[in-house]
């Protein structure tokens, strides 16, 4: 790691190295595919959070006043597609694993640079399907679509949606393909697989819940579609169909799609954890493997969505005592990043709020995930906002927090420069507080009885529906201030150093925006993942030469 | 080389995994409803025609030994055995289509499409197994479409493959390219080898 | 436990108390893990705050002791809570053996009820308290779920298939009913109440209003429309098999297999003949698929529940007359058409 080899500002680097739209649509540089991914995901995140604005409106009134029954069913049928296929899934890989695996192993870049840029144009395609059909109407079914309604009652446009879930569902695919083979055959030398950082043996998990689930939900998108089209009967009773079969087969896929939401996450998490406390992840070895079972469990527990179904009770069983299996390694890593801060140097840096306001609103979530798993519990919350509650503290108190956590962490990797760091404290804030407000309410309206999708409800559950209104509005707030800095600081941000927290981890031992190539030379790994003693400290220091170093603490 | 070479090969199996998860769906399906009208099942199977299955069973198998041997061509310099092995397995592909369309056109003839004009009729035909016949023509069909695609697809890959080696692209040093559509071929070869007793089979023990 | 807590709904079942003290053990351990490893981050976070900017921290190495620790004891906790939650579980899908039957029809986007002696309900159910009530349920379109919060039971209402659901009511009154399946358009419209009454005013509604005959007598005029006295003949002469005392036996199958002759057997039969055929019997019944709705379905149903041991000493295995409480419509003749 020679530190005259560094530059703090590169002359030519990834991002003005070529100029023109071709060489951003035509690239085969795993940095600027994950840009492109990046501007992708941002737009549908935010498309998906407008559906969620306006049927939060709706509810801020008992009764069903603003839209009619039919749009509101197609704005939350909308918010779930956008949020679950085109953000959640997609988020964390396609942008900041894109960008990073290659460089955390010491790569040139990924094993396939090609499909790569497929995947991206798939997604997009996709996406467009997708688009399309909410804008000639919308889709009605929920994003669950559970038949016989959406097979054969309902009359939106339920083809052209299922297409563009199809198609990108190959983007998730093709990603996974990508990270298994290269982080299997490209890791620099010295580079063992105990001496990876976390979040690459996150990204291998995902990629493996990737690369198993996601054909199964295009069968099940293929099925729905040829029984609208033939009326095959295969799930329709009166043909001798079985309408619940669906609901396995939707699931097997859909349960792990929720591990590949959070595992990515978990990694960025680990990584923010102990670069910002400068201490090695505590239990490394239990938190890779925890990773590992999570994407192997996650594949057995499917049936906890259907206790109330007519499944058997024995079925039941099973997936209940496998849901809580599944939930001890998750309790482990989050033990284990408690542990890290034990001594640790810790800062108090926009990534560290968003680490921990990920690990409290993980914990909760997972928790009311136990509330889930228990059958008689079960019964009566399941399909009531007591769910939301659980899946939006996870999804956006968790994953959420980890991608914008992990935005800020790697901001300088990405563009060079700095995120203003006053306004990254106080959004993480307005989101902490704006989350809650939102999602803690429905905990309770759930359990007092407030079904799902239901756009008039009982009057006593106004009140905690105005809460919820008033908290996604100042969320929405949240989102929009990172928004608007990240652009500013793209021309005015203070320009970085190439390793600004430091940390010895390979990203950070190339220069801050990367060099096309990624590291002048191969690197050479001589030292163990999250190595924190002085002399490491000493050369990352050494490269962390800038106009103007973050404040610390 | 080395290393791109076992990451094209890495990367080919991972695809493959994909794909079992693909077909498992569908298989899924078939083993729910075969157990559930195993009767429906066996008399609609039985109307498949098993000697062509058996035909189209042995030229994928000759076509996959045709592959190997392409492989080996490649693997050994061998430029003449290459081609040779390549155009006699898109052949063999080629004919497993042929026959295949053979057999739907007689199944649309006799009106066992499970479309608007299905037809469980004749005096043959046991009028109460109508539905789960239906039901076993709409998996037939599904699945076997389903492969014939994947057939359609390798046989484009072939004759890519064929052209670069006819351009002299690979030779012992490089013809990853050649061992990945090999390993895929294999692939389609084997969800044949399931199909043909899963679709053609059912009870035929007992006739 | 039946602590009634402000943000609890009303515990208006013999069921609720258990689901609620689940409920109120899980939040407790939830605010006392979180708040725990909240309050751990919190004071860490104060106490190991970075102080120089350039300081490096001593390394702790991890501890397989604290590792075991916290796997062991969470994994004991999740499965002690398995078992907790499968036991209510089991309490609410074992149906009892008695109790007063009715039948709910789930259609886009009402309920619609069938009491034993007749009375039908649209989107309100009158039932007695204290009394176990069993809900047989079937679904004319797509899938519904049952919902009442106040009993904290749901049960998904499928096409195809009859699921069931019970309580015993301990409180009067009217309680919420929803439905908790997204279903469509309407879905948040398809809701009523359950009105759970003294025995008294229950007595004094069950008398009131017309009806038009019970279900079972409603079941036997389908039965006669339908022909299907033409094969099931009272005397057994007919190419159908004995209906008589079938509700509740056990049914020799062709080909060696048995099954019990409960509602969704019945209603298969009529769907789909082919699927079972009774040992001794020609497969020549047609389908009567798609010939009368779920509710009319319920109806025959019900009739062929009533329908007592044969004439002749039969071989009527458990009594019709005990696994429904509904009314044993004495056996009329049948002539022959």
């Known amino acids: 790691m020679a530190a005259e080899t560094i530059h703090t500002s590169p002359r030519v680097h990834y991002i003005n190295a070529n100029y023109g739209w071709k060489s951003w649509l035509f690239t085969r540089d795993h940095k600027r595919i994950a840009l492109l991914y990046l501007a992708s995901v941002t737009l549908f995140f935010f498309l998906g959070g407008a559906y969620a604005v306006a049927l939060r409106l709706e509810l801020l009134t008992p009764q069903g006043d603003l839209v009619s029954a039919e749009t509101y069913n197609k704005l939350f049928t909308a918010h779930g597609i956008l949020m679950v296929f085109f953000f959640l899934i997609p988020a964390i890989p396609a942008v900041l694993g894109n960008f990073l695996v290659p460089l955390m192993i010491g790569a040139r870049d990924l094993a396939f640079p090609r499909i790569n840029l497929l995947s991206w144009y798939i997604y997009m395609v996709g996406g467009l399907f997708t688009l399309y059909a909410l804008i000639a109407g919308g889709v009605d079914t929920g994003w669950t679509f559970y038949t016989p309604y959406s097979s054969a009652f309902s009359n939106t446009h339920v083809l052209a949606v299922g297409i563009g879930i199809f198609i990108t569902g190959f983007s998730s695919i093709l990603t996974g393909l990508?990270?298994?083979?290269?982080?299997?055959?490209?890791?620099?030398?010295?580079?063992?697989?105990?001496?990876?950082?976390?979040?690459?043996?996150?990204?291998?998990?995902?990629?493996?819940?990737?690369?198993?689930?996601?054909?199964?939900?295009?069968?099940?998108?293929?099925?729905?579609?040829?029984?609208?089209?033939?009326?095959?009967?295969?799930?329709?009773?009166?043909?001798?169909?079985?309408?619940?079969?669906?609901?396995?087969?939707?699931?097997?896929?859909?349960?792990?799609?929720?591990?590949?939401?959070?595992?990515?996450?978990?990694?960025?998490?680990?990584?923010?954890?102990?670069?910002?406390?400068?201490?090695?992840?505590?239990?490394?070895?239990?938190?890779?493997?925890?990773?590992?079972?999570?994407?192997?469990?996650?594949?057995?527990?499917?049936?906890?969505?259907?206790?109330?179904?007519?499944?058997?009770?024995?079925?039941?069983?099973?997936?209940?005592?496998?849901?809580?299996?599944?939930?001890?390694?998750?309790?482990?890593?989050?033990?284990?990043?408690?542990?890290?801060?034990?001594?640790?140097?810790?800062?108090?840096?926009?990534?560290?709020?968003?680490?921990?306001?990920?690990?409290?609103?993980?914990?909760?979530?997972?928790?009311?995930?136990?509330?889930?798993?228990?059958?008689?519990?079960?019964?009566?919350?399941?399909?009531?906002?007591?769910?939301?509650?659980?899946?939006?503290?996870?999804?956006?108190?968790?994953?959420v927090m980890g991608y914008l956590g992990g935005m800020h962490y790697w901001w300088p990797k990405i563009s060079g420069r700095m995120y203003p760091e006053g306004w990254g404290r106080f959004s993480a804030l307005v989101i902490f507080v704006g989350f809650n407000l939102t999602f803690f309410p429905q905990f309770i309206a759930g359990y007092m009885g407030m079904p799902r999708r239901y756009y008039a409800y009982a009057p006593d559950f106004q009140v905690l529906n105005v809460m919820s209104t008033a908290g996604a509005s100042i969320l929405g707030v949240g989102y929009l201030i990172p928004m608007v800095y990240f652009i500013?600081?793209?021309?005015?941000?203070?320009?970085?150093?190439?390793?600004?927290?430091?940390?010895?981890?390979?990203?950070?031992?190339?220069?801050?925006?990367?060099?096309?190539?990624?590291?002048?030379?191969?690197?050479?790994?001589?030292?163990?993942?999250?190595?924190?003693?002085?002399?490491?400290?000493?050369?990352?220091?050494?490269?962390?030469?800038?106009?103007e170093l973050p404040a610390s603490g | 080389m080395e290393q791109q070479r076992e990451a094209g090969t890495l990367g080919m199996w991972v695809f493959l995994i994909t794909e079992i998860m693909f077909f498992g769906g569908l298989f899924m399906a078939y083993t729910l409803y075969r157990s559930m009208n195993a009767e429906g099942f066996a008399a609609a199977s039985h109307q498949l025609d098993v000697k062509l299955g058996a035909i189209n069973t042995v030229v994928l198998i000759a076509s996959s030994f045709t592959m190997a041997m392409a492989v080996y061509g490649s693997q050994t310099g061998k430029r003449q055995l290459l081609l040779v092995c390549l155009i006699l397995t898109m052949i063999f592909g080629a004919a497993f289509l042929?026959?295949?369309?053979?057999?739907?056109?007689?199944?649309?003839?006799?009106?066992l499409f499970p479309g608007a004009g299905f037809k469980w009729e004749s005096p043959e035909h046991d009028p109460r197994l109508a539905q789960p016949a239906r039901m076993f023509f709409w998996i037939y069909f599904a699945m076997t479409s389903l492969h014939a695609l994947h057939m359609i697809i390798g046989l484009g890959v072939m004759a890519v493959i064929f052209y670069y080696a006819w351009r002299g692209r690979y030779s012992p040093e490089y013809h990853a390219p050649v061992e990945v559509s090999g390993l895929y071929w294999h692939f389609v070869d084997i969800v044949w080898i399931f199909l043909f007793p899963l679709l053609y089979l059912i009870g035929s023990h007992l006739h | 436990m039946l602590w009634q807590l402000p943000f609890l709904p009303v515990q208006a079942s013999t069921f609720a108390g258990r689901v609620d003290t689940l409920f109120l053990f899980l939040v407790a351990l939830t605010i006392v893990v979180s708040g725990g490893v909240a309050g751990l981050e919190f004071y860490f976070a104060v106490k190991y705050r970075r102080r120089t900017p350039d300081e490096v921290p001593p390394q702790v190495h991890g501890s397989m002791k604290l590792e075991v620790i916290w796997t062991v004891i969470p994994f004991i906790v999740a499965m002690g809570i398995f078992v907790w939650g499968a036991s209510v579980y089991f309490t609410l899908y074992r149906a009892p053996k008695e109790a007063l039957e009715i039948y709910v029809t789930g259609k886009q986007w009402m309920w619609r009820f069938q009491h034993p002696d007749g009375q039908r309900e649209i989107n309100e159910l009158h039932v007695p308290v204290g009394r176990r009530v069993k809900l047989l349920m079937a679904s004319e379109d797509v899938i519904h779920a049952f919902y009442v919060p106040a009993f904290r039971i749901k049960n998904d209402v499928v096409p195809g298939r009859y699921t069931t659901t019970w309580f015993e009511a301990t409180k009067s009154g009217p309680f919420d009913l929803y439905c908790a399946e997204y279903c469509g358009t309407n879905h948040s419209g398809m809701i009523g109440k359950v009105h759970v009454m003294e025995p008294a005013e229950y007595q004094a509604w069950l008398s009131g209003g017309a009806v038009e005959g019970s279900l079972a007598s409603r079941g036997e005029k389908l039965f006669q429309e339908?022909?299907?006295?033409?094969?099931?003949?009272?005397?057994?002469?007919?190419?159908?098999?004995?209906?008589?005392?079938?509700?509740?036996?056990?049914?020799?199958?062709?080909?060696?297999?048995?099954?019990?002759?409960?509602?969704?057997?019945?209603?298969?039969?009529?769907?789909?003949?082919?699927?079972?055929?009774?040992?001794?019997?020609?497969?020549?019944?047609?389908?009567?698929?798609?010939?009368?709705?779920?509710?009319?379905?319920?109806?025959?149903?019900?009739?062929?529940?009533?329908?007592?041991?044969?004439?002749?000493?039969?071989?009527?295995?458990?009594?019709?007359?005990?696994?429904?409480?509904?009314?044993?419509?004495?056996?009329?003749?049948?002539?022959?058409?």
């Not at chain 1, 819940?209 to 095959?232: D, F, H, N, S, Y």
């Not at chain 1, 793209?490 to 801050?512: D, I, K």
């Not at chain 3, 009774?278 to 109806?299: C, D, I, K, N, S």
């Open chain 1, 488 to 547: 500013w600081s793209m021309r005015y941000g203070p320009v970085a150093a190439a390793n600004p927290w430091p940390s010895p981890s390979l990203e950070w031992q190339t220069s801050s925006p990367p060099p096309t190539e990624n590291f002048e030379e191969t690197p050479i790994v001589t030292w163990e993942a999250y190595q924190f003693d002085e002399q490491m400290m000493a050369s990352s220091q050494r490269s962390a030469v800038s106009d």
């Open chain 3, 226 to 337: 339908q022909a299907c006295i033409t094969c099931h003949r009272a005397d057994a002469q007919g190419r159908g098999p004995l209906l008589n005392g079938l509700f509740g036996s056990r049914v020799a199958l062709q080909g060696g297999a048995t099954v019990i002759a409960d509602e969704a057997y019945i209603r298969e039969s009529i769907v789909n003949p082919q699927a079972k055929i009774v040992a001794g019997f020609q497969p020549l019944m047609p389908t009567f698929q798609g010939r009368f709705t779920e509710e009319r379905m319920l109806e025959l149903i019900a009739y062929i529940k009533s329908l007592g041991a044969p004439p002749q000493a039969g071989t009527s295995g458990a009594g019709a007359q005990g696994a429904a409480s509904g009314v044993a419509t004495p056996r009329p003749s049948q002539t022959p058409k």
């Open chain 2, 98 to 111: 042929g026959i295949k369309a053979v057999e739907y056109n007689t199944k649309f003839e006799h009106h």
């Open chain 1, 178 to 399: 990508n990270f298994i083979v290269t982080i299997h055959t490209m890791r620099a030398p010295g580079m063992t697989w105990f001496r990876l950082p976390l979040f690459i043996w996150s990204h291998y998990a995902t990629s493996l819940i990737m690369i198993l689930g996601t054909p199964v939900i295009a069968i099940t998108v293929l099925l729905v579609a040829l029984e609208r089209i033939l009326k095959i009967g295969l799930f329709d009773p009166a043909l001798g169909g079985d309408p619940v079969l669906f609901q396995h087969l939707f699931w097997f896929y859909s349960h792990p799609a929720v591990y590949i939401m959070i595992l990515p996450s978990m990694g960025v998490i680990s990584e923010l954890v102990s670069n910002m406390t400068r201490k090695q992840i505590f239990g490394y070895k239990f938190v890779a493997f925890a990773s590992i079972a999570i994407a192997v469990f996650g594949f057995l527990v499917w049936g906890h969505h259907l206790f109330t179904s007519s499944q058997s009770i024995y079925a039941g069983m099973i997936f209940s005592i496998l849901s809580y299996a599944v939930s001890v390694p998750s309790a482990i890593k989050v033990f284990n990043w408690t542990a890290t801060l034990y001594k640790g140097s810790i800062s108090y840096q926009t990534p560290m709020l968003y680490a921990f306001g990920f690990i409290g609103l993980f914990l909760i979530g997972g928790m009311t995930g136990l509330f889930l798993a228990a059958l008689g519990l079960d019964v009566h919350v399941h399909d009531t906002y007591f769910v939301v509650a659980h899946f939006h503290y996870i999804m956006v108190g968790g994953t």
